[in-house]
């Protein structure tokens, strides 16, 4: 009977171990709440991914961010496109993991970025 129970605690223990696990690994979404609660949750978005996926994230807001920009000077008039960042485009991405809104920028067609190198 002891063995019984010391088995199913440590089945127990094991299953809330994996769970939690499990959750630590979820990828992160972004917080649109707030301008600096997007900020937050897509820096710490940043920083779960490796050093090129974090670059082609980077991109990919730009793109979302440029979508329907029709010239430089229709840009450069907009003090929110001189800077673009993640809190512009928040609603637009609200609740998507980082491969969410890199699909998101594959269905922008009204910009298309050059990197160097690629």
Known sequence: MRRILLKSALSAF??????????????????ASSDQA???SFKSML???PQQKQEDL??????INMDGVGSAS????DPALRA???ARIKDRVAGMTA?????VSETVTSVQLVRPGR
């Open 14 to 31: 094991l299953a809330v171990m994996a769970s939690g696990t499990a959750l630590a690994s979820d990828p992160i979404r972004l917080d």
């Open 38 to 40: 997007a900020l937050n």
């Open 47 to 49: 920083e779960q991914l």
């Open 58 to 63: 980077q991109f990919a807001v730009l793109k």
């Open 74 to 77: 229709e840009m450069l008039a």
């Open 84 to 86: 673009p960042t993640i």
């Open 99 to 103: 491969e969410e809104i890199l699909a």
